[in-house]
């Protein structure tokens, strides 16, 4: 009796002294923290509440000919007839999405795929509606044949750039270069650092069973990067963040003891409920290739929670060629539909205690 008691009083101690813990003691936040800590909060304890989101944008091309990648389709002499304007429209696009995934406040994380390069991070930056988030960015530089790459947009009062790095994919003969693995490691309000693992994997390009071997090389890329920043830090905050071309496992065992694929039971749970949506469409079903990994054992200073994907009805129109909704892309084949992306974010919630 006694100890109801005393979980009753804790809580009511909490939800009086902290107001902005209301609403989120069912959640689990707190009792979260009390259970790693194996103590109560302090009567000085803050919570930050922030989200990390990752997108494969599809295709964010900068429209002029790069004679060093195969990205002709991609502009105004192209097929596709890409131009500014497009990009343009394409940019405002996503800027919206991104405002929106963060309830009005800016994620404190934007991992992207498919950008072409710094032009196109400088110009989304520096000359559209994004500009006024104040958000910093990191790209790779990889070998893709396209010019396609990984990024990273930041907001700096929350994220403190400490280091950035790019990990280049030696896949085995015979296949495309592929994008580098982008890692950032930055000071939360904390004072904890927080590794920030951004990747694209090889694509499907050939039928899934053919290309897996190469996206095995590269996973084995991601968790070389993955562990070397485990084993040199005494309490690791770990996010790994991509495109894995591939569902997410029935298992964990592709990430071992040491990581949790925070997807796995979202891509369980669309078999039981078919009107839910994945991050990506393919052939009429959904399925989650965009997945978030954290590291087991990390600081008792954070949580990550409510991984999910970010929907809004703009962002989706009717699939003709298979029952229900597909994502709004720029194109559809070749047919221009000044859409978002073939994918759909996903978004986490991460919550840190100072």
């Not at 804790?10 to 003691?25: D, V, W, Y």
């Not at 004679?67 to 596709?80: A, K, M, N, V, Y």
């Not at 406040?105 to 000359?127: N, R």
């Amino acid at each position: 009796m006694w100890i109801k008691r005393f979980f009753i009083f804790s809580t009511l101690f909490l939800l009086f002294t902290f107001p902005s813990l209301q609403g989120r003691i069912g959640e689990g936040v707190v009792s979260s923290l009390v259970e790693r800590t194996g103590e109560r909060l302090p009567d000085s304890v803050h919570v930050q509440q922030q989200h990390i989101m990752f997108w494969n944008v599809e295709n964010a091309f900068w429209p002029s000919d790069d004679s060093l990648h195969q990205d002709d389709e991609f502009t105004p002499e192209g097929i596709r007839h890409w131009t500014h304007s497009r990009l343009r429209q394409k940019l405002l696009q996503l800027s919206r999405v991104i405002v929106a995934a963060g309830d009005g406040i800016a994620p404190m994380l934007v991992g992207l795929a498919e950008i072409e390069g710094d032009s196109v991070m400088h110009y989304w930056t520096h000359s559209t509606p994004l500009w006024n988030l104040h958000y910093n960015y990191i790209i790779s530089d990889g070998p893709d044949v396209r010019g396609i790459q990984t990024a990273l947009l930041y907001q700096p009062t929350d994220f403190k750039l400490l280091h950035a790095d790019f990990h280049r994919i030696t896949l085995p003969e015979g296949n495309r270069p592929t994008r580098d693995v982008l890692h950032a490691a930055g000071r939360v309000v904390s004072g904890d650092t927080l590794d920030v693992i951004v990747c694209h994997l090889p694509s499907r390009l050939g039928g899934a069973k053919q290309s897996e071997s190469a996206r095995n090389v590269a996973h084995r890329t991601v968790m070389h990067v993955a562990d070397s920043v485990r084993l040199c830090r005494q309490h690791p905050i770990i996010v790994i963040m991509g495109d894995m071309n591939d569902h997410a496992r029935k298992s964990n065992a592709w990430w071992g003891k040491d990581y949790v694929n925070l997807m796995i039971p979202l891509q369980k749970s669309l078999k039981h409920h078919p009107s839910a949506y994945g991050s990506h469409k393919f052939q009429g079903e959904w399925g989650f290739l965009d997945q978030f990994v954290v590291n087991e054992k990390s600081s008792p200073s954070v949580t990550f929670s409510n991984p999910r994907v970010f929907h809004l009805p703009f962002m989706l129109t009717e699939d003709t060629s298979h029952l229900g909704h597909r994502p709004a892309r720029s194109y559809y084949g070749y047919q221009y539909e000044g859409g978002y992306s073939d994918h759909l974010p996903i978004l986490l919630d991460f919550d840190v205690y100072f």
